[in-house]
């Protein structure tokens, strides 16, 4: 079902240097026939493995490119790439910025943060869901890569339940490390208190 109509459009080979200076070199792919018609991503990176790592990554313009301290977007990004490399597998990057909100209306949610709302309230006084992720096109490129069972790098435990109903087998789940600041533990906390993150906060004090 999943990746009936999707296919590779081109793959190209890219290296890559963090702004800390670590490098890793990139099978980019891009591909046709996405559920969504979203410009997603695949990024191979690492040796053939018969489980390959997988990182579903949401695009953060102002944590990946910016290093913005609010969300922990960019370090998980990086975490992702150097585990991956040595895992072997793929980083999915796709275009659903502030869980599928889009860019304006995350900075509005963060306006509104701003003023004692957490994320998800935000979300909602916006007239949006709390996630309003899909992994339709996610499901389609794995099964088109032939990486219908994944270990999947995460917190968030609607990832793998949605990507397992759309036919790809998770066999381990296989958090993240913590990357809370000043700026971003009350979205950290609202991730765990909200949606079940498995995210084990510093104790304050």
Do not use: W
């Amino acid at each position: 079902m999943a990746g009936m109509s999707a296919a590779i459009r081109t793959s190209v080979t890219v290296p890559l240097r963090f702004p800390d200076g670590f490098e890793a070199v990139a099978r980019v792919t891009t591909f046709t026939g996405l559920a969504d018609g979203k410009e997603h991503l695949a990024l191979a990176f690492g040796p053939a493995a018969e489980t390959p790592l997988v990182r579903l990554h949401s695009e953060c313009l102002t944590g990946d490119v910016f290093g913005s301290q609010r969300c922990d977007c960019g370090p998980q990004l990086r975490e992702a790439v150097e585990r991956i490399s040595v895992a072997g597998g793929y980083l999915l990057y796709l275009r659903q910025e502030g869980r599928g909100i889009g860019l304006y209306a995350k900075l509005d949610a963060y306006a509104l943060q701003d003023t004692g709302l957490d994320t998800y309230a935000a979300n909602r006084a916006l007239g949006h869901l709390d996630d309003e992720r899909d992994y339709s096109a996610a499901a389609q490129m794995l099964t088109v890569l032939g990486a219908t069972s994944i270990d999947l790098l995460t917190n968030n435990p609607d990832k793998p339940a949605q990507i397992g109903r759309l036919g790809i087998s998770v066999r381990e789940v296989l958090p993240t490390g913590v990357y809370a600041s000043a700026a971003n533990v009350r979205y950290l906390q609202a991730k765990v208190e909200h949606t079940g993150h498995t995210i084990t906060l510093p104790l304050a004090g």
